[in-house]
């Protein structure tokens, strides 16, 4: 759930910059963004970056109060972990997925198709409770669940595509899970378990290991294993918590590299759980949505395919739940996480109050249509995405800086265009009301004759800034 030893790792390694050039004591620095109206660089997608992530806390669907909230923000896929609270094995030989239906049928109301990460272990099929003993006594009964899983969902019409096998299987009860595999025994694992998924729906895209770690040795040993027995290995995925975006792009860097050494290989890269650190959390309320907005260009740069944000809503997990399938230490660390220590993750907090990063990704699904070339210059910190809309017939352009000093930006046009105005929002992430009108601030309309020519602006430390160009 939480890649602690990463994070720790990165703490210890002082990995985690948060900011762009200063441009010198005393003045601010400047920089000049250049929006190409005619230059489309291809499908903008931006739902494979902006989608999200939810589970592993609760056998509740933690957000069913929030789904036209999360709908409006156009996520493509919503991970949900399968646990053991779930008890989708009762006894032998019955099967019982209504626990299960209604964090599935949560996703299918916001709009989203499920990532189902295989994540739970049966007592019928693990008798004793130890993270380290990782395969199902009996890998006949265990195939025979699965399938009888993915074929549930296939009958229902769930249009469920994607299945991960593990959850942060190198950290074991650390990453909140019942297991801590090592290469050898994750490759048995992932043989056998995608086998028992394609076998009940061949259309099905199978992969893992979602690491803590994306540098732990499962993964090249799943790529050779992979590789030498022509497996079907649809994606590979990892999480990162870092504050700097620069380290999420290495991580997926890192991940395109051992995929090279293995070219007959063709995986997508799913980057499913990611956040700014949760140990040691910036406390500026501008951060954290500045800070994945330039995440997602990171990611757009780097080519990573798939992206889900932890999580939607912060939640307290009940360790009543957690006991019967994880160690004293495993359920006390997790009631101790997520019971005592301050809380950042989600989109919704545990009162179930919008946070500012939620209209991040607002911003974000807005970027509908074509991708625009955008150029920047000087400022580091200063990034930005723009799209073209035909069908909406609107242009958008979605400009920040992250970094902790103000920069000035000249906003300018290249290619000739037909527009009449150009409306603007500025991100409020210290205004202390939740309406979305507060949130994303509306400043007056301009005409695009007067636009076109340029467009001079301060961009505070961590400003989000949004043009609609109509």
Known sequence: MVAWMLVSALLAAGALAQGGDSGGAGRPAETTITVSLGERVGPMNIAHIGSLGQGGLSSEPMWDSRAAEIRALHPRLIRLFVQEYFDLLPRAGHYDFGRLDRSVDTILKAGAKPLMCICFKPRLLYPVV????????????????????????????????????????????????????????????????????????????????????????????????????????????????????????????????????????????????????????????????????????????????????????????????????????????????????????????????????????????????????????DASGVHAFA?????????????????SEPVKAHLQFTGRAKYALVRHQTLGALTGSSDENARLKAGPAIRWSEAAKGMDVVLEPYAVQFWSIE
């Open 387 to 403: 799209s073209r809309d035909d069908r909406q017939q609107v242009t958008s352009v979605l400009v920040w800086n992250f970094s």
């Open 130 to 377: 130890n993270q380290d003993i990782v395969e199902p006594r009996d890998y006949g009964e265990w195939e025979r669940l699965i399938g009888a899983l993915v074929a549930h969902y296939r009958r229902r019409g769930a249009g469920i595509q994607y299945w991960e096998v593990a959850n942060e299987p190198d950290i074991g009860e650390d990453g909140g899970c019942p297991y801590r595999f090592k290469p050898d025994s994750y490759a048995r694992y992932y043989e056998r378990t995608a086998a028992a998924i394609l076998r009940a729906d061949p259309e099905a895209k199978v992969g893992g290991p979602a690491l803590a770690n994306v540098r732990s040795p499962i993964l090249p040993a799943l790529l050779d294993a992979c590789a030498a027995k022509k497996l079907p290995l649809h994606f590979v995925s990892w999480h990162t918590y870092t504050s700097s975006p620069v380290h999420v792009r290495s991580t997926i860097d890192y991940a395109k590299g051992l995929l090279r050494t293995h070219p007959e290989l063709h995986p997508e890269t799913v980057l499913d759980e990611w956040n700014m650190d949760l140990m040691n959390p910036s406390q500026d309320p501008r951060f954290q949505p500045c800070y994945l907005l330039e995440t997602a260009w990171q990611m757009k740069d780097a080519g990573l395919d798939w992206s889900c944000y932890y999580q939607i809503r912060d939640w307290h997990v009940d360790e009543a739940e957690f006991a019967p399938f994880m160690s004293p230490h495993g359920t006390a660390f997790m009631a101790r996480w997520w019971n005592r220590m301050p809380q950042y993750d989600g989109l919704f907090d545990y009162q179930n109050t919008v946070r500012p990063a939620y209209f991040a990704f607002k911003l974000l699904s807005r970027l509908t249509g074509d991708r625009l070339r955008v150029t920047t210059s």
